[in-house]
């Protein structure tokens, strides 16, 4: 399984960017993960087969994830940036056998 993420840039604060993954097949469930420089990686959201979504407090009602299983993609909406969402982005994708699968990550810095 391949996965493909793409979309990210420089933004400024206060800013929006979404970003786009694209798996090679279908998958069972979705992730975005986040690192930022000198931190672990870190999980920001999940999005479910049925849709179901979980989010970490950091981003609650910040960003948005979902999905089109006819693309086998999933998204992040990523609104009101600030500094400190400044990260490379990773998608995650697991199968139903459980297998997990990582994309190449994105680049997002949001600064002035």
């Known amino acids: 399984v391949q996965l493909q993420a793409s979309g990210g840039g420089l933004v400024q604060p206060g800013g929006s960017l979404r970003l786009s993954c694209a798996a090679s097949?279908?998958?069972?469930?979705f992730s975005w993960y986040r690192q930022a420089p000198g931190k672990q990686r870190e999980l920001v959201g999940t999005v479910t087969s049925n849709g179901n979504t979980v989010y970490a407090d950091s981003v609650k009602g910040q960003f948005t994830i979902s999905r089109d299983n006819t693309k086998n993609t999933v998204y992040l909406q990523m609104n009101s940036l600030k500094p400190e969402d400044t990260a490379v982005y990773y998608c995650?994708?697991?199968?139903?056998?459980?297998?997990?699968?990582w994309g190449q990550g994105t680049l997002v810095t949001v600064s002035s």
């Open positions: 097949e279908s998958l069972f469930s």
């Open positions: 995650n994708g697991i199968t139903r056998e459980r297998f997990a699968y």
